[in-house]
């Protein structure tokens, strides 16, 4: 999949050292990669599953057990 013309975003929550992970919003795709490491790879995933992430994200699915 060509990335050249993606439009990335960086969450305004992220640390300023720069941990964090930048999204892309593809006509058929989510496209994920490093902030740091660009070059370094891309996951790609479909709206539905990026979806799913997110909903379960705002679940609270993914916190850290107390």
């Known amino acids: 999949m060509d990335l050249a013309d993606a439009k990335w975003f960086k969450s305004s929550r992220s640390g300023a050292n720069g941990s964090c992970v930048e999204v892309a919003f593809l006509a058929e795709a989510v496209a994920v990669r490093d902030t740091k490491d660009r070059d370094g790879g891309t996951l790609l995933f479909t709206r539905s599953e ?11 699915e993914f916190d850290l057990p107390a």
Do not use: L, N
Request: hydrophobic share 55%.
């Open 50 to 60: 990026w979806a799913a992430f997110v909903g379960g994200a705002k679940q609270g």
